[in-house]
């Protein structure tokens, strides 16, 4: 089955600095991959689709200045958390689809990151 | 606009006890439905993947129904074990919503011992 690699899975940082998570498809190529972010006891919150070689979709009232997102290749994109403030402090998960939706989406493990 | 809902927010069943989970969507045209488990701190596991085409799909002690016209999926679970409990998440993605997932906000399940 299809494999998502997240890093790191728990990260704590100082406020005003930046924080960049690593999303990568580990035995499959994933054209397009997914931000999400959870909140306590709360469902996923899509903040944006990540396109191999374009820029990301962000969705209705997330900062794309705030929350950089790159898709490099088709086997890696990265989230940065810009000047990370407390309020930012939350549970992220990245998505991908294999071409082929054979497995439908795989998730990654996830990311908790505490802004000080 | 799809939404999701799922019922019950939370159950509470003894071990052994078959479960069923509730999943309905607002949009009928639906290209998919996916049950996702996730354990707390954890990112989400697929159980399964229903295709629009599709009436049901089972994994071992696990089947999963869609009912595209009524809007309805359920997700069964027999002779549950304390080992099943999370938070379960259907997930339906749209002919044409592209690539995106509507999740529902999830059905906390405790298996008691």
């Known amino acids: 089955g299809a494999v998502v690699s997240q890093h790191p899975s728990r990260v704590i940082c100082k406020s005003g600095t930046s924080v960049k998570i690593e999303c990568r498809s580990l035995d499959f190529q994933a054209t397009t991959m997914f931000w999400y972010r959870q909140f306590p006891k709360q469902s996923l919150m899509l903040m944006a689709t990540?396109?191999?070689?374009?820029?990301?979709?962000?969705e209705q009232g997330v900062e794309k200045d705030k929350f950089l997102i790159n898709h490099a290749s088709l086997t890696l994109s990265t989230l940065t958390v810009t000047s990370a403030h407390p309020e930012d402090s939350s549970f992220y998960i990245c998505?991908?689809?294999?071409?082929?939706?054979?497995?439908?989406?795989?998730f990654g493990s996830g990311t908790r990151l505490t802004v000080v | 606009k799809q939404e999701v809902t799922q019922i019950p927010a939370a159950l509470s069943v003894p071990e052994g006890e078959n479960l069923v989970l509730n999943c309905s969507f607002t949009?009928?045209?639906?290209?998919?439905l996916q049950w996702f488990r996730q354990d707390p701190g954890k990112g989400l596991t697929s159980l399964l993947l229903i295709q629009s085409s599709q009436r049901e799909q089972t994994s071992g002690r696990l089947n999963a129904s869609l009912d595209k016209s009524s809007g309805r999926s359920t997700l069964y679970i027999a002779a549950s074990q304390p080992g099943d409990s999370a938070t379960y998440l259907c997930a339906v993605r749209l002919e044409t919503s592209g690539s995106r997932l509507t999740f529902g906000e999830g059905t906390q399940l405790t298996v008691n011992p």
């Open positions: 998505s991908a689809r294999e071409r082929t939706g054979e497995y439908g989406y795989t």
């Open positions: 990540s396109n191999e070689g374009s820029k990301a979709t962000y």
């Open positions: 949009d009928s045209a639906i290209y998919n």
